[in-house]
């Protein structure tokens, strides 16, 4: 059964950092682009982050550049995400989802930025 | 990367059709045939309905199609069922890997 499980979430400062992982299993995870979608409490969808199925390839939404980084480890079928400098806005559900279009989602863990 | 325009809302009857539109521009929308459309209920992570513009994955019921017509993509859902109450969003290719999504219908069945 092919799932992702994402995990590092929590309750962090303004300022502080994070980092998320999304373990992938039932899937040739090596084989496939890997995308990070958040949505804040209450509002849409907005792509995040995207990394191609070898790493080489990243692109980042406009609103996270220069502060979160997206890398992925495939002997360990692992997606991550570093979250550096963390705003306010950043608080949402952060899901991780395989494919072009994203066809396999995890079921997403919860950020929340707060002094 | 600017949203694409949904409507907030719709809604219809049990055994009635919906349409819901989805507009952006010739970037994205109007430039590629990758218009994709996600259902998500409550508490629940999104399920793609639709890929490249018309198409089904496997397991989605034949009561949902999709179409476009220049810079608007549309999802209809035939028949409506209680269980299709839900957010819908359309995604499209943009230029990017990087996609874009619409702001999402909520889709009441009445």
């Known amino acids: 059964q092919v799932q992702l499980v994402e995990s590092g979430g929590g309750v962090v400062q303004p300022g502080r950092s994070l980092r998320l992982s999304c373990a992938a299993s039932?899937?040739?995870?090596?084989?496939?682009?890997m995308h990070w979608v958040r949505q804040a409490p209450g509002k849409g969808l907005e792509w995040v982050a995207l990394i191609s199925y070898d790493g080489s390839i990243k692109y980042y939404a406009d609103s996270v550049k220069g502060r979160f980084t997206i890398s992925r480890d495939n002997s360990k079928n692992t997606l991550y995400l570093q979250m550096n400098s963390l705003r306010a806005e950043d608080t949402a559900v952060y899901y991780c989802?395989?494919?072009?279009?994203?066809?396999?989602w995890g079921k997403g863990t919860t950020v929340t930025v707060s002094s | 990367q600017s949203a694409l325009t949904q409507p907030p809302s719709a809604s219809g009857s049990p055994g009635q059709s919906v349409t819901i539109s989805c507009t952006g521009t010739?970037?994205?929308?109007?430039?590629?045939?990758?218009v994709s459309w996600y259902q998500q209920h409550p508490g629940k992570a999104p399920k793609l309905m639709i890929y490249?513009?018309?198409k089904r994955p496997s397991g989605v019921p034949d009561r949902f199609s999709g179409s476009k017509s220049g810079n608007t993509a549309s999802l209809t859902v035939s028949g409506l069922q209680a269980e299709d109450e839900a957010d819908y969003y359309c995604s499209s290719y943009a230029g990017s890997l990087i996609g874009v999504f619409g702001g999402g219908t909520k889709l009441t069945v009445l």
């Open positions: 010739s970037s994205d929308v109007g430039g590629y045939n990758y």
């Open positions: 039932g899937l040739t995870f090596s084989g496939y682009v």
């Open positions: 989802a395989r494919g072009a279009p994203p066809d396999v």
């Open positions: 490249e513009v018309n």
